[in-house]
């Protein structure tokens, strides 16, 4: 008798190898090749008859989005939920990814009838839930299952309004002889699934499992194969919650949403910079308000810095929380050397508060006054917004949307803002509410900050 075929892939990347090895060669993970059927990595189909045309000829369908009634949810989704789409939702365990998904599909259910799968809860665990949400409703089906195939066949006899799947990584398909979660497993029921998705137009959800390294555990593929790619983020400490798209056909990939965990489920917050500031210090040296853009929501969020002497003559420490640690080492050698601060001897920390993450130029000048402050241990005013890019020669750079950011600032009761001159020049004589500062470099910006 033949010797069965075998083939060993990482079950990290999906990368595939001739042999056994301890270190793959992909992405240098260590123990996660794992031994395949060769008979398992491939799966016949029937030959499709479909056939190219212009794409001027296609017709153009009019589709409405499936509106969940969880703002900040359909915010990040684009609208809503398109139907025939595919949706992977990750995040950390315990984020609250089961409980967003539930109270969505008890709200959509009084539209239409929702299946909701979970491989990883008895139908009597998901009662429990349900009921501590405050989710029971007739047409929230509830299904326990782990093969593909026997989800698929309930998809197709109730044709929800409706589908979603928790979690991708604990079904397994009878076609295949690996164990769930694997590579082929993934990428196989994640095809199935596709494939319903756009042959019966019924939006299926799937949740994702992350590794340690925060991303979404399975192969590369999966992200390539859905249309949109949501991460629930936030800590087990702390009661917010923010989700974010890093991948959405149909809606853009800057806006968030932002949540807080409570006894009855997560609450959607709809001022999310007063949150964000609700329990910022008066008068501290370090603290500074910054105005961040996320999609088209203008946030207002507090930066703090922490500089120190280095202890014993060291190397000094550098620590960034929420911020980009290149763009504080930069933004460090222009205070020396543009400013004349002799801070590169010493620690510094920073942390973005709220657990936000701050990519965009716009902030810079806040990190730069957050550093100065601390270091001279003089405070900023409590009462001013700090807005503008910082450049290697110490210069205050423009930036997009400033109108949006004042007008934030004014909203919360902020009575100043430090803005770059090329902004207020454009802006001409109108009056957006706070008090305009405008500042030609960075030197200038931190004497005008500071009491």
Not at 94 to 104: E, P, Y
Not at 261 to 289: C, D, H, Y
Not at 327 to 356: F, P
Request: hydrophobic share 40%; charged share 20%; with cysteine.
């Amino acid at each position: 008798m033949a010797k069965a075929r075998v083939k060993y892939r990482c079950q990290e990347c999906g990368y595939e190898l001739a042999k056994w090895a301890g270190r793959c060669p992909g992405c240098q993970s260590w123990n996660t090749i794992v031994e395949e059927p060769a008979a398992a990595l491939q799966t016949q189909r029937p030959l499709s008859s479909a056939k190219s045309m212009p794409i001027t000829e296609v017709e153009r369908e009019a589709f409405a989005r499936y509106v969940t009634g969880i703002g900040e949810l359909d915010r990040v989704l684009g609208g809503g939920i398109v139907p025939a789409s595919l949706i992977l939702v990750g995040g950390d365990p315990g984020v609250g990814k089961s409980t967003l998904l539930m109270q969505a599909a008890c709200l959509l259910s009084k539209k239409g009838k929702i299946l909701y799968v979970s491989g990883e809860e008895s139908k009597e665990q998901l009662r429990l839930r349900a009921e501590r949400l405050g989710t029971l409703s007739e047409r929230l089906l509830v299904l326990s299952e782990n093969e593909l195939e026997n989800i698929v066949s309930q998809i197709e006899a109730e044709k929800p309004l409706l589908a979603i799947v928790d979690s991708i990584q604990t079904i397994y398909s009878g076609q295949l002889a690996s164990a769930p979660g694997s590579v082929g497993q993934v990428r196989e029921c994640t095809a199935q699934l596709l494939y319903l998705a756009k042959g019966r137009q019924v939006p299926i959800i799937l949740v994702g499992h992350i590794t340690k390294a925060g991303g979404l555990a399975g192969p590369k593929v999966l992200e390539h194969m859905v249309d949109a790619v949501l991460y629930f983020e936030g800590s087990m400490e702390e009661s917010y919650r923010v989700l974010r798209a890093v991948k959405n056909r149909f809606g853009s990939t800057d806006e968030i949403g932002v949540f807080a965990m409570g006894g009855e489920g997560l609450t959607e917050v709809e001022n999310p910079s007063e949150f964000f500031l609700a329990q910022r210090p008066k008068n501290a040296a370090g603290s500074v308000v910054v105005a961040t853009m996320e999609g088209s929501r203008p946030l207002l969020v507090e930066v703090q810095a922490l500089v120190g002497a280095t202890a014993f003559g060291g190397v000094p420490r550098r620590q960034a929380s929420g911020l980009d640690h290149n763009r504080v080492s930069t933004i460090l050698a222009v205070l020396e050397r543009r400013v004349g601060l002799n801070i590169g001897s010493h620690d510094v920390y920073m942390n973005a508060v709220g657990g936000l993450r701050l990519n965009e130029p716009a902030v810079d000048l806040g990190i730069a006054a957050a550093l100065a402050s601390s270091f001279k241990n003089k405070p900023v005013s409590g009462r001013l917004v700090v807005i503008g890019e910082v450049g290697l020669t110490g210069e205050v750079r423009a930036v997009r949307d400033l109108e949006r950011r004042v007008a934030e600032a004014g909203r919360l009761g902020f009575e100043k803002c430090l803005i770059p001159y090329h902004n207020w020049r454009r802006l001409g004589k109108r009056q957006l509410g706070p008090e305009l500062i405008p500042v030609h470099t960075a030197c200038e910006a931190l004497q005008t900050a500071m009491f």
